[in-house]
């Protein structure tokens, strides 16, 4: 019997990487869409179980995103980005 070899470490050397965007980059576009995403959409987006799908939603919220959840007939409970931490209102000194 012979023994199988492991590939070298240059084994692919040249291969560009096929990812154009990072999950978390594809997670934020599905929340600012218009009608936001489920949890679902999310999870078969970034391959993510639910239960990381909405601790990544409390980190996004810890860095300052307003995402809120509304409640949509036929579609379940989804979530969308309601501002951003730079476009927050800037409040009057007096």
Not at 35 to 53: L, P
Not at 56 to 84: H, M, P, W
Request: hydrophobic residues 30%; glycine residues 6%; aromatic residues 4%.
């Amino acid at each position: 019997m012979e023994a199988l070899e492991s590939p070298a470490s240059s084994w692919r050397p040249d291969m560009p990487t096929t990812k154009s965007k990072s999950k978390s980059s594809m997670v934020i576009a599905l929340l600012n869409r218009g009608k936001g995403a489920s949890i679902e959409e999310i999870c078969n987006a970034t391959k993510w179980q639910k239960h990381s799908t909405r601790a990544f939603l409390t980190g996004l919220r810890k860095k300052g995103l307003v995402i809120i959840r509304e409640q949509r007939g036929d579609e379940g409970t989804v979530y969308r980005v309601a501002e951003t931490p730079d476009q927050k209102p800037q409040q009057a000194m007096s």
